[in-house]
């Protein structure tokens, strides 16, 4: 193994090793999904291969971090082969490994970083490791003019926080302080019987429903841009069975209307919250990130909320919604523009905090 006396990390590169084409691999595997892609300078992306193993975990009801942090191992070196065959490059044409170094799964999380630092090694090219939350922001950028000033919302299945974004630094206003949004998804959808994850089939489901056909109540939630969402599926389990006997209820409400009524609810939650946030920093647009950056009403209700206000709201490409390879690449082509390096010794943290 070797050591941070690695000279290639010990200096900056040359401003000759950012001339075009610079390729950068970005590799992720935080949770179930074990990707590769091809970053080419700043914008284009070459490639961007996703292997899910969510079809190991469904009978579960849940993502199970063993299956999980196995189905990388097995699948990493023919994603990363792919990424480079659909790219049209060898890996000695690469410039950069870029690698999620957190938060996610533990076991995940050294698959990629173990992968990425004998890879940088082998080829003698510098690594950047990145913060998950902080690429699920940037993915909405790549093409585009990044603004300034920006309220960054980061939807998940781990996380849900307000972030605000300027000259590159990100600095949290707050964050969920039980489930996060897309949790607390996947876990109503487990009550309801739905499988997993429940995000896309709730937010199907609920576009045949009545929105207001069950009023859940606010979470008592004191911080100004904090969030709540324990006690919505606290609420909605109780809908549908009986408290004191847990058998299923007669009156309970439809299927459609309970999801319509509970999307209704959570995603009211986030605009609201979103919005008032991007009046108390003063900017104009809202830029969101994360799996749950895929739900319908979320990007149909924030878009016309915010235009009402005068605010650009930013939604990655579908493709970009979920978790990625190509946005790690990204955010480890800007760390690494900034002059910031990982060296050999760098490991997984499953709780890493948004710093820069
Ligand atoms: O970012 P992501 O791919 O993985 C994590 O880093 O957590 O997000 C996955 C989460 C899951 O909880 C899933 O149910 C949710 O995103 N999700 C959605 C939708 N699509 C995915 N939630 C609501 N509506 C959707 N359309
Ligand atoms: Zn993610």
């Known amino acids: ?9 010990k200096r900056r590169p040359p401003p000759s090793a950012l001339r075009p084409p610079f390729f950068t691999l970005g590799v992720e595997t935080s949770c179930d999904e074990t990707s590769c892609a091809v970053l080419k300078g700043k914008d284009t992306i070459l490639s961007n291969i996703v292997s899910s193993s969510l079809f190991r975990h469904k009978k579960f009801g849940g993502v199970v971090p063993e299956i999980a942090s196995r189905h ?30 957190g938060p996610g ?3 995940s999380l050294f698959v990629g970083v173990a992968f990425a630092k004998s890879l940088a090694y082998q080829l003698k090219i510098p690594l950047a490791g990145v ?21 960054g919302l980061l939807v998940s299945g781990g996380h849900t926080m307000l972030t605000f974004c300027e000259k590159g630094k990100i600095h949290i206003l707050g964050e969920t302080v039980d489930d996060a949004v897309g949790e607390a998804y996947d876990k109503v959808a487990k009550i309801m019987g739905l499988s997993y994850p429940g995000g896309p089939t709730l937010d199907k489901l609920a576009k045949q429903g009545n929105p207001r056909a069950v009023l859940f109540t606010r979470p008592k939630q004191e911080a100004r841009f904090g969030f709540s969402f324990s006690g919505v599926k606290t609420a909605v389990l109780y809908l549908l069975n009986d408290p004191k006997t847990g058998k299923p209820k007669s009156d309970a409400p439809s299927q459609k209307d309970l999801a319509a009524s509970f999307q209704h609810a959570v995603i009211g939650w986030l605009v609201e ?4 946030a991007a009046e108390f920093k003063k900017v104009r647009d809202i830029v969101v990130g994360g799996g749950v950056s895929a739900n319908s009403y979320l990007r149909e209700k ?4 915010g235009a009402a206000r005068g605010i650009k709201v930013w939604f990655p490409p579908f493709e970009f919604s979920t978790d990625n390879g190509a946005m790690i690449a990204r955010r480890g082509f800007e760390l ?4 910031i390096r990982s060296k050999l010794n760098m490991t997984g943290d499953p709780g890493l905090h948004i710093s820069s």
């Open 1 to 9: 193994m070797a050591t941070n006396s690695n000279p290639v990390f």
């Open 72 to 101: 990388c191992m097995e699948q990493i070196q023919c994603v990363f082969e792919e990424a480079l065959r659909v790219a049209k490059i060898k890996a000695k044409d690469l410039d950069l490994i870029a690698v999620t170094q």
């Open 105 to 107: 799964l533990i076991g």
């Open 131 to 151: 913060n998950h939350m902080e690429a699920h922001l940037v993915a909405n950028f790549l093409g585009q003019l990044e603004p300034k000033r920006y309220i």
């Open 273 to 276: 919250k979103a919005l008032n």
């Open 302 to 305: 924030l878009t016309r909320d």
């Open 336 to 339: 690494y523009k900034r002059g």
